[in-house]
C-alpha cells in the first residue's frame, strides 16, 4: 500500500512526465526505485518554488541550479533528502543531467512509508517501464528491493534474481553489449542488511561508470 500525496499540483505536474530527471527514453543511466516519495507538507515549504522548476524541467533545474534534485537544497529537511545525498556521492555533474533518469514503480507521487504489494503495481505503468528499460539505457540500476516487486509483474518476470558476475562491488544481472543491469543497495537503506561500506563501494563503482 502506498498514499498518493494530497497536494493537486504536485500530482498534476508528476503526471506530465512520470519520472524525474531526463527523459528515460533518452538517458544513459537508468535508475529504478519503488516512489516518487515527497515530505507531506512539501507544499508549507519557502522553496516549493523549486519543486515546481524541477518536475518541469528536470534537466533544466540540475544544469542551473548545479544540484540533481532540490532535495538537496540547504534548507530541505524532509523525505527523500537521504536518499540524494547518499546519489550525489556518485560523482555526476550538471555535465551529466541529460544523461541520469529516475523511474519508480509508482507512477504518481506518494508521501508517508510505502509498503508496496503486488496490487500496486499498474499494468500500464509495468508496460512503461518497461519499455523504457528496453529502451536505450546504457545502464540500468534495480535495487534488491524494487527487483523483488518486479519480477511478480509478468513484463519483469524474466528479470534474474542471482547475478551473472559481479563489476567490482556491483552484481551484474544482464549484459549485453548495449546494455548492463546492476543490482544493487537503495540509497537510503540503512541497518545490517545494507552495510554503509559497501554501499560506500557501490557508489564508487557506480561513479566508475561515469566517462
Given at each position: ?7 493537486d ?6 503526471s506530465?512526465?512520470k519520472y524525474?530527471?531526463a527523459d528515460p527514453?533518452?538517458a ?6 519503488l516512489?516518487a516519495?515527497f515530505?507531506?507538507c512539501i507544499?508549507?515549504w519557502k522553496?516549493?518554488?523549486?519543486i ?7 534537466v533544466h533545474?540540475?544544469t542551473?541550479?548545479?544540484?540533481h ?6 534548507e530541505y529537511?524532509g523525505d527523500g533528502?537521504?536518499y540524494?545525498?547518499?546519489?550525489s556521492?556518485i560523482g ?5 543531467a541529460?544523461?541520469?533518469?529516475f523511474?519508480?514503480l509508482?507512477?504518481?507521487p506518494?508521501?508517508?512509508?510505502s509498503h508496496?504489494?503486488d496490487?500496486?503495481m499498474?499494468?500500464s505503468?509495468m508496460d512503461?517501464?518497461k519499455a523504457?528499460?528496453d ?6 540500476f ?11 509483474t ?8 542471482e ?6 562491488s ?17 540509497f ?10 559497501i554501499k ?6 557506480i561513479g566508475?561508470?561515469i566517462?
Amino acid at each position: 500500500m502506498y498514499c498518493k500525496h494530497r497536494n493537486d499540483e504536485l500530482v498534476e505536474l508528476y503526471s506530465h512526465t512520470k519520472y524525474q530527471g531526463a527523459d528515460p527514453e533518452k538517458a544513459r543511466f537508468l535508475f529504478f526505485g519503488l516512489d516518487a516519495n515527497f515530505n507531506a507538507c512539501i507544499d508549507e515549504w519557502k522553496h516549493f518554488p523549486e519543486i515546481r522548476s524541477y518536475l518541469e524541467n528536470g534537466v533544466h533545474y540540475w544544469t542551473d541550479r548545479g544540484f540533481h534534485h532540490p532535495f538537496l537544497h540547504p534548507e530541505y529537511r524532509g523525505d527523500g533528502a537521504k536518499y540524494h545525498k547518499q546519489f550525489s556521492k556518485i560523482g555526476f555533474t550538471r555535465e551529466h543531467a541529460e544523461c541520469v533518469s529516475f523511474v519508480e514503480l509508482i507512477d504518481v507521487p506518494t508521501c508517508g512509508r510505502s509498503h508496496l504489494e503486488d496490487d500496486d503495481m499498474e499494468s500500464s505503468h509495468m508496460d512503461r517501464l518497461k519499455a523504457w528499460f528496453d529502451g536505450p539505457a546504457k545502464y540500468i540500476f534495480i535495487p534488491r528491493t524494487v527487483g523483488h516487486l518486479l519480477r511478480r509483474t509478468p513484463q519483469f518476470s524474466g528479470l534474474r534474481k542471482e547475478p551473472i558476475r559481479h563489476q567490482g562491488s556491483l552484481p551484474v544481472l544482464y549484459e549485453s553489449p548495449q546494455k548492463v543491469v546492476f543490482d544493487h543497495f537503495h540509497f537510503s537503506c540503512k541497518g545490517r542488511h545494507c552495510p554503509q561500506d559497501i554501499k560506500d563501494r557501490q557508489l564508487e563503482d557506480i561513479g566508475k561508470l561515469i566517462w
